[in-house]
C-alpha cells in the first residue's frame, strides 16, 4: 500500500513539472516594444494605429476603448518580430491626428501626445 501512494506521488510529481514555468510571468509577458500612449490633448484618441515603418498599410484601430485627457493606454505586441521601427497615428474625436513616423519602440517606453497637428512627445 505504502509503495503505491509513493509510485502515485512520485508519477504525479514527475507529470505535473514541466507546467511549472522555468521563467518569471513578467518576462513572458512583456515585449520591448510595448509602449504607453498618454492623451494630453483637450480631445479623445478615438483611434490609434501602430504600422511597420515600411508598410503603406495601418491595419485595424488597435484600442479597445477611447483615451480621455489625461489618461493612457498600454499597447502591447502579439508576434515574434524582431523589428523596432514603426508608424504610429492618433486619430481625435474631431477627426484631427497626430502621426508620428519612424518611431523606434524597442528604445521607447512612452509617446505622449498633445494635439495641435504633429505635437508629441516620445520617452
Same mark, same amino acid.
Given at each position: &500500500?505504502?509503495?503505491?501512494?509513493?509510485?502515485?506521488?512520485? +508519477?504525479?510529481?514527475?507529470?505535473?513539472?514541466?507546467?511549472?514555468? +522555468?521563467?518569471?510571468?513578467?518576462? +513572458?509577458?512583456?515585449?520591448?516594444?510595448?509602449?504607453?500612449?498618454? !492623451?494630453?490633448?483637450?480631445?479623445?484618441?478615438?483611434? @490609434?494605429?501602430? %504600422?511597420?515603418?515600411? /508598410?503603406?498599410?495601418? #491595419?485595424?484601430?488597435?484600442? !479597445? %476603448?477611447?483615451?480621455?485627457?489625461? %489618461?493612457?493606454? &498600454? $499597447?502591447?505586441?502579439?508576434?515574434? /518580430?524582431?523589428?523596432?521601427?514603426?508608424?504610429?497615428?492618433?486619430?481625435?474625436?474631431? #477627426?484631427?491626428?497626430? @502621426? &508620428?513616423?519612424?518611431?523606434? +519602440?524597442? /528604445?521607447?517606453?512612452? $509617446?505622449?501626445?498633445?494635439?495641435?497637428?504633429?505635437?508629441?512627445?516620445?520617452?
Amino acid at each position: &500500500m505504502f509503495s503505491k501512494v509513493v509510485r502515485n506521488t512520485v +508519477l504525479v510529481t514527475t507529470l505535473a513539472f514541466p507546467i511549472v514555468p +522555468l521563467t518569471s510571468q513578467n518576462a +513572458l509577458a512583456n515585449d520591448i516594444r510595448d509602449f504607453l500612449v498618454y !492623451n494630453n490633448n483637450e480631445l479623445e484618441i478615438t483611434q @490609434l494605429y501602430v %504600422s511597420s515603418a515600411k /508598410s503603406r498599410y495601418w #491595419g485595424n484601430n488597435i484600442l !479597445n %476603448s477611447d483615451i480621455v485627457n489625461g %489618461s493612457f493606454d &498600454m $499597447i502591447t505586441f502579439g508576434n515574434s /518580430s524582431n523589428q523596432c521601427t514603426y508608424d504610429v497615428k492618433a486619430i481625435y474625436s474631431d #477627426g484631427t491626428y497626430d @502621426l &508620428m513616423r519612424q518611431a523606434n +519602440l524597442c /528604445s521607447t517606453y512612452g $509617446i505622449t501626445f498633445y494635439g495641435h497637428r504633429g505635437d508629441y512627445q516620445e520617452y
